[in-house]
């Protein structure tokens, strides 16, 4: 007994291989989908006056660590001022729901006005993305809610760095955080954008420079502002879906990030679907509550919820708790049908 207990100890005291490794990253990650955090309070949030602007963070890399969803990172943003600060973005992919006000963007060389209801895109380009946010009615509300996806940016190279700083800004300029005055984007250095496909392709990698060429020539056309009123209410199974972003859309500037908003009339619920998760629902009007796998959540205006991505995947229904006042969602979820199938290991 004494050598058999001597045996065991060994192997416990033996250092960790890669695989025991993986296999325990992975346990934790499970436990982590299992019992992370799914609700988010929005006036529970202090909003936090910035380089760039007044705003409040509800997921992102800080809070990763323990969110049912990872990988969102969902800000909202608020201004009444005539303008926000400017900055880059490498890479791209950012949605902007707009939530309040009327004003416009001037990306790079091209001007985008967005209203209430509004969805404005930031698209994915081999080109820097310099754009700033204005207020056309100044002293009125301009708020959006915005939406990025990180496991779509890193392979993007993505990165922000601040240009100008918003007008409300008192504290220090950080040289590191900024573009340098004489700053031209690497992008605008770098060759073989142009490798010419004339005919059919004849190998496959032709194959992809076509489908390369066609994506160039769907975007130079794509809408940079869906607007609400372009998009018809359409009524489905879960009830009453106004689509911005659908994988059958290919005029818009994004397609790597669904999006859609959902009207529950005064009293009544949303039909039930059974989904893998990281499904992401902003609370524009109403109040309410969801059920996730039978466990309930309540929420108002401004709230945030976060489908989990669980095994065997997650029922969801919404229902609205006031008997008066309809309730509005904004729904995003990453784009992963076309490779990864509908059903997502769970089936929808």
Known sequence: MERE???????ESEPENYYDFMLRWKMERSSQRQEGQVLFKGKELPWEQTRHGLGKMYTGPANWHRVG????????????????GKHSHTGGGVLFYVLEGHGCTVNNDMRFEWRR??????????????HQHFNLDPGQPCGKLVVRFWPFM????????????SPDWKGPRNGKLYRPEDFVPETARV???????????ATLLDDLLRRRDEWREQMSKAKMVIEE????????RM????????????????????????????????GQQKHQGSRVHYVVEGKGYSLLNGVRYDWEEEDLLIVPIRKG????????????RPVKLAVAEPNWYDILGVDMACGL
């Open 5 to 11: 207990m001597e045996r065991v100890r060994e192997r």
């Open 69 to 84: 969803a990872p990988g969102w990172i969902v800000t909202r943003t608020g201004m009444e001022k005539i303008r926000r």
């Open 117 to 130: 209801g509004d969805l404005e895109l930031i698209p994915i380009t081999r080109y820097e993305n310099v």
């Open 154 to 165: 890193e392979p993007l190279a993505y990165e922000t760095r601040q240009v100008d700083d």
């Open 191 to 201: 060759r073989g954008y142009d490798i010419d496909l004339k005919g059919p392709p």
């Open 229 to 236: 009123k372009e998009r018809p209410l359409e009524r489905n």
């Open 239 to 270: 009830g009453l879906y106004r689509w911005y972003i659908h994988p059958s859309f290919t005029d818009v500037g994004c397609r790597h990030i669904l999006f859609w908003t959902q009207d529950i009339p005064p009293g009544s619920r949303s």
């Open 313 to 324: 995947g997650t029922i969801i229904q919404h229902f609205n708790a006031d008997p008066a």
